[in-house]
Nanobody, 121 residues
């Protein structure tokens, strides 16, 4: 009923930039927080950046000043602009949405399928 689809990952050289997108679709009444997580091989999934419906943001210390999260409420979309990328940013990036389902008014959390970001020369 609800899908989150990420795009924009790829291979980039250190110091380069990428912009990730995530669009939510389906029986959505409203979306609260939207968050980007990442998981590197052999490591636990970690929060990268989050944004509320009102536009308040938070970032992991490791990405502050380099990454910017934004959202388009009309499109049910969230974006992650990643600049000055480092090899340690290599991971699968996942989109997460905390939302309210139409008709049932139930609140659920959904995940996207992930998009690979590789930073390497």
């Amino acid at each position: 009923q609800v899908q989150l689809v990420e795009s924009g990952g790829g291979l980039v050289q250190p110091g380069g930039s990428l912009r990730l997108s995530c669009a939510a679709s389906g029986s959505i009444l409203s979306i609260n927080a939207m968050t980007w997580y990442r998981q590197a091989p052999g490591k636990q999934r970690e929060l990268v950046a989050g944004i509320t419906s009102g536009g308040s943001t938070n970032y992991a210390d490791s990405v502050k000043g380099r990454f910017t999260i934004s959202r388009d409420n009309a499109k049910n979309a969230v974006y992650l602009q990643m600049n000055s990328l480092k090899p340690e940013d290599t991971a699968v990036y996942y989109c997460n949405a905390d939302l309210i389902i139409k008709l049932s008014y139930r609140r659920n959390t959904y995940w996207g399928q992930g998009t690979q970001v590789t930073v390497s020369s």
